[in-house]
């Protein structure tokens, strides 16, 4: 039975101790992004275990033998169900029309497009405007932190990682009351988002490069870039490049 998002609370409260006790023991030449790297890259081995025994099949299996269309079907309710937390994250960031925006999409796709089944907000020109609680604190100056890899969830950041339980608490597939279909409905859009990463997965394992590395670079960048809306300082602007981003007020 999946735990309750309660007990994920205190999950992450232990992985908060844990990483208090693991960055006490960093030596003085580690990344100052990632100070936590042996243990990150500990948990990044057993993530690539389990997605290459388990998640990778499964969704490899789901492409190719499950009709596209479903798929599409599948992918726009879950991101329709993303865009209810994206409306309140953008109402935090004072995004007037981002929050408007996300909104209608719901409203719409909602109502036209059966529980977000069929995507007709983007259709009709409404776009999507992504937003979660990691990049409302990124917004009102709460730096990222540390880099740090979660198990099963795979890259994130101390930031991040501390709103999950708020994520969760909110979150409508993990709230439902009926156990069987709460379950269901969390493995298939685990394998949904894995499926759409297949092409970029399989890239990056072909490829002569440190897969870690390469990861939490790319995963570093893709926040900041969401947190400034595409459009982030340099990096020499800043005095600390791993405390950032500098407060709403300044941009």
């Known amino acids: 039975m999946w735990v309750s998002w309660r007990q994920w609370g205190v999950r992450w409260g232990v992985v908060a101790l844990m990483l208090v006790s ?34 990778k099949p499964v969704a490899t299996g789901y492409r190719d033998y499950v009709p596209q269309l479903v ?10 169900l993303s865009d209810l937390l994206s409306t309140v994250n953008s109402g935090l960031q004072l995004k007037g029309h981002d929050t408007a ?4 999409r719901v409203t719409v796709n909602t109502v036209f497009g059966i529980y977000g089944i069929f995507d007709v907000a983007t259709e009709i020109g409404l776009e999507r405007h992504p937003e979660d609680f ?17 198990p099963v ?11 999950l339980p708020l994520e969760f608490s909110l979150d409508p597939v993990s709230n439902h009351d009926a156990v069987a279909e709460r379950n269901a ?12 990463l297949l092409k970029t997965t399989d890239l990056l394992s072909s490829a002569a490069i440190d897969k870690y590395s390469f990861t ?33 007020s300044s941009k």
């Open 153 to 163: 969830l795979g890259p994130s950041t101390v930031r991040d990682a501390a709103v």
């Open 134 to 150: 990691g990049q409302t604190l990124g917004y009102w100056g709460v730096p990222n932190g540390p880099y740090l890899v979660l």
């Open 216 to 248: 939490r670079d790319s995963y570093l960048q893709f926040r900041r870039n969401q947190v400034y809306d595409g459009n982030p300082p340099d990096e020499d602007e800043l005095l600390d490049p791993s405390a950032e981003p500098v407060p709403a």
């Open 185 to 196: 409905a969390v493995f298939t859009r685990i394998i949904d988002k894995r499926a759409t």
């Open 71 to 80: 798929q599409t079907g599948v992918s726009n309710f879950f991101r329709n």
């Open 22 to 55: 693991a960055g006490c023991a960093t030596g003085p030449n580690a990344n100052p992004k990632d100070p936590l790297e042996p243990m990150n890259r500990s948990i990044s081995k057993f993530n690539d275990t389990l997605d290459d025994n388990v998640l």
């Open 101 to 104: 925006a996300s909104f209608m």
